[in-house]
């Protein structure tokens, strides 16, 4: 009996077919995922890898922002220590130029007002972690000298959200603390002299530090809400990453039984061809 090479020929890449089928199901099935190299699905791959830049990317942002969270907090604990001792400042010389005073009482709370300044002074180098936190871009050396002098400069720092949003994530000293350490030097001054003017400078400085306070306190708000959306993002992108790739293993075990099954309905068809003509057309 002489077989059709045409036909053998559709019987071999039938079961070259089926074979690599067997394979491909075999390998999901072991390894879980129905994607296990570009030729399972091109699309799947290009999306994943989308994924994953984006997966990378908000990872690097909570991480940035959780540094950034620590570094923050300790600079708005300094401007809240600044605001309250400014208001007691402001009670201080208020009291030291209503009149009532002698003098020794009246020394008694510019020293009371040195202290004060002493205490601001300190806020105003804090550092966290070795980094001088109101020193611009300079947070290697301490922001302001002991004479009150501003040593840092007026660089903002900046952090980019994984939505492309800018957060400032510091303030320069020069913008917070220069007109409060002015304003105290007037008071412990006014409280012997008698100038009543320096209540009024210190008010505006308290004004002026509560205002960059506030604005800081949002820009800490702004990081730690664009971190809680970057996990929340994070977690949806591996959900949908997973979902992707992985393989239905109910699904993958029905397949390959059937394609195994198929397999060997070719080969007993091969079979029935008769060997010793199938082996010379292959030879």
């Given at each position: 009996?002489?077989?059709?090479?045409?036909?053998?020929?559709?019987?071999?890449?039938?079961?070259?077919?089926?074979?690599?089928?067997?394979?491909?199901?075999?390998?999901?099935?072991?390894?879980?995922?129905?994607?296990?190299?570009?030729?399972?699905?091109?699309?799947?791959?290009?999306?994943?890898?989308?994924?994953?830049?984006?997966?990378?990317?908000?990872?690097?942002?909570?991480?940035?922002?959780?540094?950034?969270?620590?570094?923050?907090?300790?600079?708005?604990?300094?401007?809240?220590?600044?605001?309250?001792?400014?208001?007691?400042?402001?009670?201080?010389?208020?009291?030291?130029?209503?009149?009532?005073?002698n003098a020794?009482?009246?020394?008694?709370?510019?020293?009371?007002?040195?202290?004060?300044?002493?205490?601001?002074?300190?806020?105003?180098?804090?550092s966290f972690?070795?980094?001088?936190?109101?020193?611009?871009?300079?947070?290697?050396?301490?922001?302001?000298?002991?004479?009150?002098?501003?040593?840092?400069?007026?660089?903002?720092?900046?952090?980019?959200?994984?939505?492309?949003?800018?957060?400032?994530?510091?303030v320069p000293?020069?913008?917070?603390?220069?007109?409060?350490?002015?304003?105290?030097?007037?008071?412990?001054?006014?409280?012997?002299?008698?100038?009543?003017?320096?209540?009024?400078?210190?008010?505006?400085?308290?004004?002026?530090?509560?205002?960059?306070?506030?604005?800081?306190?949002?820009?800490?708000?702004?990081?730690?809400?664009?971190?809680?959306?970057?996990?929340?993002?994070?977690?949806?992108?591996?959900?949908?990453?997973?979902?992707?790739?992985?393989?239905?293993?109910?699904?993958?075990?029905?397949?390959?039984?059937?394609?195994?099954?198929?397999?060997?309905?070719?080969?007993?068809?091969?079979?029935?061809?008769?060997?010793?003509?199938?082996?010379?057309?292959?030879?």
């Amino acid at each position: 009996m002489r077989i059709d090479p045409n036909f053998i020929t559709g019987l071999t890449g039938s079961l070259n077919a089926i074979s690599a089928t067997e394979q491909r199901l075999t390998q999901q099935l072991s390894s879980g995922s129905r994607v296990n190299q570009l030729s399972d699905d091109s699309v799947a791959v290009s999306s994943a890898a989308r994924m994953q830049s984006e997966l990378s990317l908000n990872d690097t942002f909570i991480n940035t922002a959780t540094g950034l969270t620590g570094r923050m907090q300790t600079a708005d604990s300094a401007l809240s220590t600044v605001v309250q001792q400014l208001t007691q400042a402001i009670s201080l010389s208020t009291q030291a130029n209503n009149g009532t005073l002698n003098a020794d009482a009246k020394a008694t709370v510019a020293q009371q007002l040195q202290n004060i300044k002493s205490t601001v002074l300190s806020m105003a180098n804090s550092s966290f972690q070795g980094q001088y936190l109101f020193a611009g871009s300079a947070t290697d050396s301490p922001a302001f000298a002991s004479n009150g002098t501003y040593s840092g400069d007026s660089s903002i720092q900046y952090v980019t959200t994984p939505t492309g949003q800018k957060i400032a994530t510091n303030v320069p000293g020069s913008n917070i603390f220069s007109q409060a350490l002015s304003a105290l030097d007037d008071a412990i001054a006014g409280a012997t002299s008698g100038d009543t003017t320096a209540t009024g400078k210190l008010g505006t400085a308290l004004n002026t530090v509560t205002a960059q306070r506030a604005a800081f306190e949002n820009s800490l708000s702004a990081v730690q809400s664009a971190s809680d959306t970057a996990s929340q993002r994070k977690s949806e992108i591996t959900i949908a990453q997973t979902e992707l790739l992985s393989a239905d293993p109910a699904q993958v075990a029905t397949d390959l039984s059937n394609t195994q099954t198929q397999q060997k309905a070719l080969l007993s068809v091969i079979a029935s061809l008769g060997k010793s003509n199938l082996f010379d057309f292959l030879s």
